[in-house]
């Protein structure tokens, strides 16, 4: 019987394996390493706040790609959303801890023992891999896990989400492991909210930045917050969808970085005249922009991260109406500050901290605060990694940074390309890893269609390889739903 393991057990590899098992004709064995998140939820949906909403519909969050409607089936099952009408629950931002649920109730669909329905049978292991070793032997290679123990395996798959989250580049300092300084958002810093005549700094004004402002709103802190970031541009709201006619030419992907920008300029500000919202350009393009992101050379994806990304971040992941709703009410009332600057360092100070900010035309301020939460997204420069299996991965050649240093090197088949630039036939990635490769490869929408495809892709015989596993546009239309 052959024997795939998976690092990591979010989203990702959690519906790989069930992909797998559901799509096995054959015997296997599936191993799920995971560790630090709970199986099944990884990061996203580990929550168990109840203020922490899913950024996308109901209607467009099943994990399924061949089957759209199944996480809205799902939820019609549930005492607590069975008796809302079909058109209120498609449209509704679930709470993230609700998802988490799904995706456990989907993976222990497929933990029963081998029958001759499902030949496939999955085993949890809670562990870090912390290496790879390849056999002398055979094809085959060691997942090594920090315990020391090894999983003998034919195919493996990286899905391990996205790096740690980063800093300003001096974690290692004492300042910075100051008791009230929280390098990262999903830690425990709630036992440490300081009282409300202080500031709450954090770092950072995107999604993560949203989830704490809004625990702490539900925790009745009523200090003020100080959200520091380079643009100081807070999430999008999501906003209903208008008729607009098709305005993109027959393959975007050959327009290039400028034509591509000035077709946007024109209908974003055709949009904004019409008094609609121009993020509707950016949901029209999201069925291409895998497509046209590779066709960009080099510079023209070092100028798009340079002058666009930041902006495109804003629009492309939207939050709740009603989130928004709050986030722009504490900000008019004067209990979230947004400020541009970034954050140089912090210096203890007693029990409270003094965060050291460069503003845009290069002063410097200090900022006193209570609390200093990190929510500025993981760790953009994979070559200089702190994650110990991709380490040891970069160093023994199986692994190589992509172009960008955003990922590693994956082949259209999701083979990773090692550091002789050959693809290998046993070591697969998906999802934030492909990040410098597919650019788009963070949410759900995407997510899923790989963990369907890398399945079929590890479990294919040697005939069907030849196939190259990415997904047609018509079929990205399908999965895609409608955003
Ligand atoms: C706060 C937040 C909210 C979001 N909300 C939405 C949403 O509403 N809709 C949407 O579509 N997307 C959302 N996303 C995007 C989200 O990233 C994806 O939906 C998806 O959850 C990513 O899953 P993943 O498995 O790729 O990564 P992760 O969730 O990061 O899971 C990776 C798992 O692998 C484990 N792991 C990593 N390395 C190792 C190792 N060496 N050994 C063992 N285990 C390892 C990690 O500990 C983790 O458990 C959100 C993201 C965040 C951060």
Redesign the pocket.
Known sequence: MKTVTI?????????AAVNLARLSDEALKIVL???????G???????TRSE?????AAR??SAVPDHPGHFLEWLHSRSDFSDLPEPQLREM?VP?RV?GDYLRSLLQNYLAPIDSHHPAEIEIIE????DIVPSSQDDSADVV??NGDKIASDRILL????QPPAGPGREETEEFRHPQYCPD??GNWRKRIPDSSENIVIAGTG??MV?SFLTLEELGWRGQIIAISRNGMIPQSHFRGIDYPDFLPENPESVGLAGMYSLLKTHCEQLTRLGENPGLVVDRLRPFTQRIWQKFSIEEKQHFLKHYAARWNVIRHRIAQPIHQRLTEAITEGRVKVQRGSLKDVRGHGESLEVVVKTPDGDQQIIPGGLVINCTGPNAGFSHTK????QNLLQRGLIIPDELDMGIQVGPDFTVIDANGVSSSKLYA???LMKGTLWET??????RGQAMRVAEMMIATSTDQDRDYRLSVEEEHVIEYYI
Do not use: Q
Request: aromatic share 10%.
């Open positions: 690092i990591g057990g979010g989203f990702s590899g959690t519906m390493v995971n560790d630090r998140h709970p199986l939820r990884g990061i996203a949906y580990s929550t922490h909403l899913l950024n996308v467009n969050m931002y993230r998802y562990a870090e891999a912390v896990l920090d899905a391990t989400g996205n958002p999903w999604l993560s989830d994650v110990k299996l991709f998906m999802g934030a963070i949410a759900v929408p995407e997510l």
